[in-house]
């Protein structure tokens, strides 16, 4: 059974960092791609940024520059650098995973990010 699982969310000053976690396990497929959505309060969950396992990154516009998304050498864990954090950046963040041969993207549990003074 795959299982994708999120860490690293929390309360955060405005400006402050924080770095998030995905571990994705469970599958005989390799990765072909990760990335992270994020849903705030309101509004629609958007995709925030994904990385391709040849390295190939893509961000949202409003957080391009601030965050950097990575993934390690294992090819099953993906990170979310994100700094010069914003009250904005406030909502539940969630890991999703492409399985080379699968047809739909792993969605994880999510973790909360909020910013806040």
């Known amino acids: 059974q795959v299982q994708v699982v999120e860490s690293g969310g929390g309360l955060v000053q405005p400006g402050g960092s924080l770095r998030l976690s995905c571990s994705a396990s469970g599958s005989t497929s390799s990765i072909n791609a990760m990335g992270w959505y994020r849903q705030a309060p309101g509004k629609q969950r958007e995709s925030v940024a994904t990385v391709t396992d040849g390295g190939k990154t893509d961000y949202v516009d409003s957080v391009r520059g601030r965050f950097t998304i990575s993934m390690d050498n294992s090819g099953d864990t993906a990170y979310l650098q994100m700094t010069g954090l914003k009250p904005e950046d406030t909502a539940v963040y969630y890991c999703?995973?492409?399985?080379?041969?699968?047809?739909?993207?792993?969605w994880g549990q999510g973790t909360q990010v909020t910013v806040s003074s």
């Open positions: 999703v995973v492409d399985y080379y041969g699968s047809d739909r993207w792993i």
